[in-house]
């Protein structure tokens, strides 16, 4: 017995990606029990709250209720196999939400090891994968383990993995099992397609593009066909979402509400809004405001690769750091940003690192913003149940540091793809 232990000891001293995978799994139990906790504390199913649908939508599909026709449903179409898959082997809702948290885990463990892979191709320490698992299990916390968005953001980057070894269809596909699941992985689909244009390869910026096309058209197909009507009842069920009062663009009109709750007042839609006179005014034009800005950005990202037509060496990272900023602006200009969006940029931490060594830039400065933006974002949840029938200051306090530090890392990652286009082509350090 003794001897087996040395045994395991030295083995895991020398082996650091088992005890970092030894360390994740027990504060992924941790957090599991945490949200159960909470959720006796709290009440309402509040740790299990988004899981309860899943388990719902899984169980009305058992029951031969069609998705989009029979019931409601934020997301496409893919998100109903990821939970009929726990589904199939739990025998209630209890554990329902224990199954679904392990299969997130073993997608995040798909993650870990796409990523270890990826720094030793780029000589780059296995330590920034430790700091974002570690970040992401206690920073994102229960939203992490019980969330579709975990496993939504496994598959953005397992494409991104794919795509860095020009392996373009498993990545397309994968990109397109993303969007049918979360809808927000759409935005990877131009910002992957760029660097065709840029290239003049219209052979592949058309094949890769009617790829991910058809394999969203085929997992959609079942449900065009059932009802054109409802098929994409998810989509506007987005568009029209009030203000949530978690986005940042939510800070003034809960500053206006202090002033005249009549104005502005929040109540429960499909997350807790904004509501009254200045709030409905405001929301229609938000959601056509956070587009136009990123299409500007990644009009910005086009006109550059087109100019200066960079190798792929220096292509890759360049697309890697334009999503980033992608996915801020959109957190950022949002008219919704849920605690579980941050766990979007925290996993590409890595690869991030990749880039910033590539072109030799400061890397100090982005686990810091990293583990600010997840401290602030907890603050919202930590004080949102105060604010839940009446906004208070407390609560504007917390989201307007959350929307200081979103802004500060969109600052610093829009400074950052800036320096990296100008050194582009010339002598970089890999």
């Known amino acids: 017995m003794e001897e087996g232990f040395s045994g395991l000891k030295t083995k895991m001293k020398n082996n650091p990606d088992l005890v970092f995978y030894v360390i994740y799994t027990i504060l992924y139990l941790f957090i599991i029990v945490l949200t159960d906790v909470v959720n006796g504390i709290v009440g309402n199913n509040y740790g299990w709250y988004d899981v309860h649908f899943y388990w719902e939508h899984a169980r009305d599909i058992m029951d031969g209720l069609i998705p989009y026709v029979d019931f409601d449903t934020a997301y496409p179409p893919f998100s109903f196999v990821i939970y009929l898959v726990p589904y199939l082997f739990t025998p209630g809702e209890t554990a329902f939400n224990y199954g ?231 957190m950022t200009f949002n008219k919704v940003f849920c605690a579980q969006y941050v766990m979007w940029v925290i996993m590409l931490y890595p690869m991030l690192i990749y880039v910033y060594k590539y072109f030799d830039l400061e890397t100090k400065k982005l686990p810091y913003l990293l583990i600010i933006l997840c401290i602030t974002t907890l603050l919202t949840v930590l004080f949102m149940s105060e604010s839940t029938s009446t906004i208070t200051v407390t609560y504007i306090i917390a989201d307007t540091l959350k929307g200081i530090s979103a802004i500060a890392l969109l600052y610093h990652l829009l400074k950052n793809f800036r320096l990296c286009i100008g050194r582009t082509g010339r002598d970089v350090k890999i």
Not at 177 to 189: D, E, N, Q, V
Not at 246 to 268: K, N, R
Not at 274 to 297: C, H, K
Request: net charge neutral.
């Open 100 to 330: 679904f948290a392990i299969f997130t885990y073993l997608f995040t463990l798909l993650a870990i090891h796409g990523l270890l892979k990826f720094c030793d191709k780029h000589e780059i320490s296995h330590k920034y994968v430790y700091f974002t698992f570690i970040l992401l299990i206690l920073g994102v916390n229960n939203f992490f383990i019980a969330r579709n968005d975990t496993i939504t953001t496994v598959f953005v980057l397992l494409c991104l993995l794919f795509y860095s070894d020009k392996k373009y269809v498993p990545a397309f596909i994968l990109l397109a099992l993303g969007i049918m699941t979360k809808i927000y992985p759409i935005f990877l689909l131009p910002v992957l397609l760029i660097p065709f244009l840029a290239d003049r390869d219209w052979r592949s910026f058309l094949k890769y593009g009617l790829l991910t096309a058809a394999i969203c058209f085929i997992i959609e197909l079942p449900f065009l066909i059932s009802d054109p009507s409802t098929a994409f009842s998810y989509l506007t069920q987005h568009s029209g979402r009030g203000v949530e009062i978690e986005s940042i663009v939510a800070i003034p009109l809960m500053i206006v509400s202090l002033i005249d709750s009549s104005l502005v007042y929040v109540g429960m839609d499909e997350s807790w809004d904004l509501f009254g006179p200045w709030a409905d005014a405001v929301a229609p034009y938000l959601m056509p405001m956070m587009f136009a800005i990123v299409l500007l950005f990644m009009l910005y990202f086009l006109v550059k690769m087109w100019k200066i037509r960079p190798s792929w060496k220096d292509g890759l990272p360049l697309v890697i750091l334009a999503y980033a900023v992608v996915l801020m602006l959109f």
